[in-house]
């Protein structure tokens, strides 16, 4: 069963940053494309930014040079540093894992921005 434990959410003023942590358990994680979603109240869940097994980013246009995804895979655990973060970015972040028909969702962190 694939296991993701995600933390490092919180309360920050804009301009602020916040690393986000999943760590995984369950799945080859070396060999598992990794994503980072967001969910903010009454709008649909969207891609933040996606990572391949070979490193490969790709990043939502909204947080392109804000925003690094990484991974670890001697640690199991893929990241999201958020930088200059804005109101707009207040949300519940997914991290989600897919290894050929394995799939996994984290729990959610809460990310709030203030003004």
């Known amino acids: 069963q694939v296991q993701l434990a995600e933390s490092g959410g919180g309360l920050v003023q804009a301009g602020g940053s916040l690393r986000l942590s999943c760590t995984a358990s369950g799945i080859v994680f070396r060999l598992s494309t990794m994503g980072w979603y967001r969910q903010a109240p009454g709008k649909q869940r969207e891609l933040v930014a996606g990572i391949t097994i070979a490193g490969r980013t790709n990043y939502a246009e909204s947080v392109k040079g804000r925003f690094t995804i990484s991974r670890d895979n001697a640690k199991n655990t893929g990241y999201l540093q958020m930088n200059s973060l804005k109101p707009e970015d207040t949300a519940v972040y997914y991290c989600?894992?897919?290894?050929?028909?394995?799939?996994?969702w984290g729990q959610g962190t809460l990310v709030t921005v203030s003004s």
């Open positions: 989600n894992l897919n290894f050929g028909n394995l799939e996994g």
